[in-house]
């Protein structure tokens, strides 16, 4: 037969689905919840400062666009991994990390799937239920069987802890564990200190692959305190995999800039990986974009600019603050009969708000207001002009 007769359509995206309803939408007011995307107060996608700051000394340069090494701009690297380990961690001062740039903290995530289906083909990876859409699909497609770990109690609004714990407390050695590092998605459901030494404790004891995401440092409680997680994990030791992105901590959507990191025992075993590493990349892209890998690395190492960027990130999470304390209150007085509190409690841009499909359904139909099935809302997409026609029609539909 025909190559292309038998293909069947892939089954659409549900995120992109929603924007596209979204857009086709004539009525003025709408509103869009669906997205995964920080929006200022006025509606739009910021440029920061700092990008824009960067950008500027980089064009003065004018530099040609020769390839970069595999792994990226070894000043990029370098900064990174001083940002998700500390400059003076021992896993950096004793060279057991390794930091390659990779295309967004998706194509982080499949160079760690790739490199992990090389060296240890018949591992299975854990999820959380629920997790990002794309975890499932990228590492399946990676060849690996997927399974999920229990993750949110719709009863509580909070993590079935128990439940994880002893999904972990079950897997068999070599089992690659994916964790959200912080700003659970599409909860916003985190793990607490106390939460997170019992997990490092298991994964440790009993030889789990740990493999932290982290696509929203600076979302929840700070770039510091967003980044413990990851450190704690490395002071444990090796193995260790973690994706991170600027998709979001630098409104560098569409650069496609983040960087994976590995942690290894010795530095002998960090150099051995890191050139098994260089080869999964060199099979699949060759070598990385310029552009917003030198923005990063110049927004993170100039002390002025770093500053800059650490004040607009605040600047972010402070506004979703704001719009979590606006949410809960308007919806205080317009529907006293249900409590909102958790969503003071989340973290990061997404909220599972507990609405069900049905009353989604009717958010979207009736009012224009357009959110994922599951409840999930990006606390980060309302605004000051939008939050009242929200908070309306959610008591509304309640
Ligand atoms: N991991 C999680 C948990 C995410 O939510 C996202 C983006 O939404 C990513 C990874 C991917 O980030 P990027 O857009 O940098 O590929």
Not at 44 to 63: F, G, I, N, R
Not at 149 to 163: H, I, L
Request: charged letters at 20%.
């Amino acid at each position: 037969a025909p190559l292309f007769s038998a293909i069947e359509m892939a089954p659409r995206d549900p995120i992109l689905g929603i924007t596209e309803a979204f857009n086709a939408d004539k009525n003025p007011n709408k509103v869009n919840l669906g997205v995964g995307v920080y929006y200022d107060d006025n509606g739009k996608v910021p440029l920061l400062a700092c990008v824009q700051k960067a950008e500027a000394q980089l064009m003065e340069k004018a530099s040609p666009r020769t390839y970069l090494p595999i792994d990226g701009i070894a000043a990029y690297d370098k900064a990174v991994q001083e940002l998700v380990f500390g400059a003076d961690s021992a896993v950096v001062q004793e060279k057991r990390a390794i930091t390659v740039q990779a295309l967004g903290g998706t194509g982080a995530l499949k160079l760690g799937a790739d490199f992990l289906k090389r060296f240890s083909p018949n591992a299975q990876v854990w999820i959380s239920d629920p997790s990002w859409e794309n975890h499932r699909a990228l590492f399946e497609f990676a060849g690996f069987t997927v399974n999920n770990y229990p993750y949110y109690d719709a009863t509580t609004r909070g993590v079935n802890f128990t439940g994880m714990l002893n999904a972990l407390n079950e897997m068999p050695a070599g089992a690659i564990v994916v964790l959200h590092a912080c700003c659970h998605n599409p909860t916003g459901a985190d793990l607490t200190e106390d939460q997170w030494t019992q997990v490092i404790q298991v994964v440790t004891q009993r030889g789990l692959v740990p493999f932290l995401d982290m696509a929203y440092q600076g979302f929840g409680d700070g770039i510091e305190a967003d980044g413990k997680v990851v450190r704690r994990f490395a002071e444990a030791g090796g193995p260790l995999f973690v994706s991170n992105s600027f998709s979001k901590s630098f409104s560098l959507y569409g650069e496609r800039v983040g960087a994976l990191s590995i942690v290894a025992v010795s530095s002998e075993e960090a150099a051995r990986v890191l050139s098994q590493l260089k080869r999964v990349i060199r099979t699949n892209y060759s070598n990385p974009p310029i552009h917003g890998g030198q923005v990063v690395a110049t927004a993170l190492s100039a002390p002025e600019l770093r500053k800059q960027w650490e004040e607009e990130l605040a600047g972010m999470r402070v506004r979703i603050r704001e719009m979590r304390q606006a949410l809960v209150q308007n919806l205080k007085e317009k529907a006293p009969n249900h409590n909102f509190d958790f969503v003071i409690q989340q973290r990061g841009m997404f909220s599972y708000s507990g609405l069900t499909k049905a009353q989604v359904e009717r958010l979207r139909n009736e009012y224009s207001i357009y959110a994922v099935d599951t409840g999930r809302i990006c606390v980060a997409a309302l605004n000051s002009r939008n939050i009242d026609a929200v908070v309306d029609a959610i008591a509304k539909v309640l």
